[in-house]
Nanobody
């Protein structure tokens, strides 16, 4: 069984930064991609950023240059999302996804989500 646990959400002012963490434990290979998705009220869940086991990355156009996804080489099923220059439109529940076969596909494992609110 695989467990996915996120942490690091919260309330931040526009222009501020937050760092999200995600750890996937259990029977999951480190070769699979992991990603961050978000869902704002009334909107569909969307891909924010993803990273493969070898370190290739993909970002949504709306976060390019502001968000950075990284993977812990010592703990390959741990990923981070550094979010800088946050905007009110980044407000959403952020979900970590694990077990994807590629950067643009969803894996079968999801975390419980962490709320990010950008507001003054």
């Amino acid at each position: 069984q695989v467990q996915v646990v996120e942490s690091g959400g919260g309330l931040v002012q526009p222009g501020g930064s937050l760092r999200l963490s995600c750890a996937a434990s259990g029977s999951i290979s480190s070769i699979y991609a992991m990603g961050w998705y978000r869902q704002a009220p009334g909107k569909q869940r969307e891909l924010v950023a993803a990273i493969t086991g070898s370190g290739s990355t993909s970002y949504a156009d709306s976060v390019k240059g502001r968000f950075t996804i990284s993977r812990d080489n010592a703990k390959k099923n741990t990923v981070y999302l550094q979010m800088d220059s946050l905007k009110p439109e980044d407000t959403a529940v952020y979900y970590c996804n694990a077990g994807a076969g590629s950067l643009l596909s969803q894996g079968p494992y999801w975390g419980q989500g962490t709320q990010v609110t950008v507001s003054s």
